[in-house]
Nanobody, 125 residues
């Protein structure tokens, strides 16, 4: 079974930084692509960033220039570096993987096969 476990969330001041990690256990083939989603209370789950099978990345317009998605295949770990955090970035952040199709920041959440439990990010003074 494939399991994804996020970590690295926390509370930061506006303008601060966090690095989220997503550790995968079980079998994750190189054919799986991966992404990060977030969901704030009362809002829809939205794509934040994604990395496709060839390593290409994409980002939601709201985070471009501030967030960076990366992966370490040897460690089976996905990362999201978040800089210049804003209050509107506060949400539960989830990592996800899908076995087929392309991953982009606007891929549908329902197309992803595997999900982590989420890690909370709070941005406040």
């Amino acid at each position: 079974q494939v399991q994804l476990v996020e970590s690295g969330g926390g509370s930061v001041q506006p303008g601060g930084s966090l690095r989220l990690s997503c550790a995968a256990s079980g079998y994750i083939s190189s054919t799986y692509c991966k992404g990060w989603f977030r969901q704030a209370p009362g809002k829809e789950r939205e794509g934040v960033a994604a990395i496709d099978r060839d390593g290409s990345t994409s980002y939601a317009d709201s985070v471009k220039g501030r967030f960076t998605i990366s992966r370490d295949n040897a460690k089976n770990t996905l990362y999201l570096q978040m800089n210049s955090l804003k209050p509107e970035d506060a949400a539960m952040y989830y990592c996800a993987a899908r076995a087929w199709g392309h991953c982009s920041a606007y891929s549908r959440a329902l197309d992803y096969n595997y999900w982590g439990q989420g890690t909370q990010v709070t941005v406040s003074s």
